[in-house]
Nanobody, 127 residues
Framework: QVPLVESGGGLVQAGGSLRLSCAAS????????MGWFRQAPGKEREFVAG????????AYADSVKGRFTISRDNAKNTVYLQMNTLKPEDTAVYYC????????????????????WGQGTQVTVSS
């Protein structure tokens, strides 16, 4: 089990920035790839960004590439999502997830490759 708790969501104007945090419990956090997903009303959950257990590789959805940055601090058991130049279409509930397997060298990009999920944090971008 890797309990995850997201924070940092809120309301921001278009063009603004937010930083999401995901705190994990347990000593095995550093063994797992971590990812961020989002789900907007009436839409399916989609991959946003992911990072390998070491932080050596990252992956992003095309829609956020160049605007969002994922990072992790294994000493603090925390993964971050820095979101810049936010757009109204970024409005969604954002979920943090931990990979299903340890020490993967490729960033998982589908929901089925993640086994543990947080409760989500709402991000609303006004135009």
């Amino acid at each position: 089990q890797v309990p995850l708790v997201e924070s940092g969501g809120g309301l921001v104007q278009a063009g603004g920035s937010l930083r999401l945090s995901c705190a994990a419990s347990g000593r095995t956090f550093s063994s797992y790839a971590m990812g961020w997903f989002r789900q907007a009303p009436g839409k399916e959950r989609e991959f946003v960004a992911g990072i390998t257990w070491s932080g050596g590789s990252t992956a992003y959805a095309d829609s956020v590439k160049g605007r969002f940055t994922i990072s992790r601090d294994n000493a603090k058991n925390t993964v971050y999502l820095q979101m810049n130049t936010l757009k109204p279409e970024d409005t969604a509930v954002y979920y943090c997830a931990a990979g299903a397997w340890t020490y993967t060298v490729v960033v998982p990009v589908t929901g089925g490759e993640y086994a543990y999920w947080g409760q989500g944090t709402q991000v609303t971008v006004s135009s």
